[in-house]
């Protein structure tokens, strides 16, 4: 039987009307998906003083609601310190931080690794190490950059032992990546945050850092 006029309208009104409500439904869902997960997008696109790009923090960090960040540097030589933190609405944060302490590469590398049961991989680009230790909770990733203070007291003062900048990133609560991929992306925390303390820590020497340290892989 042939459609009438009034059959075909209700099928176009009917057609229209789910079109419609499909387009609701789909602003709505996409709406309270940026709700809850925008907060770390929000953030600047460089973090902790313009030293971390905020993509390494979206790697690393599990999708919120809300996020903040926060930097600070104070003190020179020995004294000199800076520390940096991303935390978000759920409870998870990411912290670093760096300083300059009297350190031989070697005695560095042996403290990370002195834990029972604590295993450690390592990386380096000519004076510039990395290393992040495995199994232990989500772990913790360090750099070392060697640091002669251009102040000639102050270089003074580190001439028995030699100075560095120690740089450490680690997460706190959950995390969006594991094993490898969070290792590795610690140590890319710590490298960005090392280059940037090493001008305000007003180190001497080179400032040729590479743009990031050798991957570690799957290890």
Known sequence: MAETGLGRMLRSHSIRAFFIATAILVLVCGGLFAFFVKGLYLLPSKVCEASVQRDLVIHTL?????ADEWADHKGSGRNFMFDCRVSTSGDSIL??????????????????GSSAGTAVVRTS???VAGLAQVGVGHGV???YVPCEPKNPVERQSYAAAPS????EASV???????????????????????????????CGGPDDFPAQLPRYGDR
Do not use: F, M
Request: charged share 15%; proline share 3%.
């Open 62 to 66: 599990p999708r919120a609601r809300a």
């Open 95 to 112: 912290s670093g931080g760096v300083n300059l302490r009297q350190s031989s590469k070697a005695d560095w590398a042996t403290g990370y």
């Open 172 to 202: 706190s609560g959950s995390s969006r990546i594991s094993g490898p991929a969070l290792r590795q992306a610690l140590t890319d925390i710590a490298y960005q945050l090392a280059r940037h303390a090493y001008t305000l820590a007003e």
């Open 125 to 127: 680009a000519g004076r």
């Open 141 to 143: 990733a360090s750099v």
């Open 164 to 167: 560095a900048l120690v740089a």
